[in-house]
């Protein structure tokens, strides 16, 4: 069976109740104060937020370019081509800091 992707799960209410209910409750938690956290914020703040905490993670040691082609390989196929070339072109910016 073909796991179901952000835009399929957003066009089918069953599928969103399902994957909510096989996910872990602590991380539920943690997705759910995140998104509390951000909601409402600009896509320029998302951004510039984004970018900040990559930069500081970078700094730390804890994000490198691997990982920002395996986040950009996991997500690519979940969107639109529009919001790939968006996605493509932040990971290029993140990857020459």
Do not use: C, H, W
């Not at 909510?20 to 600009?42: D, I, W």
């Amino acid at each position: 069976m073909k796991r179901p992707d952000l835009r399929s799960m957003k066009q089918n209410p069953e599928l969103m109740r399902q994957a909510s209910e096989a996910a872990n409750p602590e991380t539920m938690a943690v997705l759910q104060n995140t998104f509390m956290q951000y909601q409402g914020k600009s896509e320029t703040e998302l951004i510039d937020e984004l970018m900040r905490k990559a930069s500081i993670q970078r700094q730390k040691g804890m994000l490198n370019n691997a990982q920002l082609e395996t986040l950009s390989n996991m997500l690519g196929p979940m969107l639109t081509r529009e919001q790939q070339q968006r996605m493509y072109a932040l990971i290029d910016e993140l990857k020459k800091e």
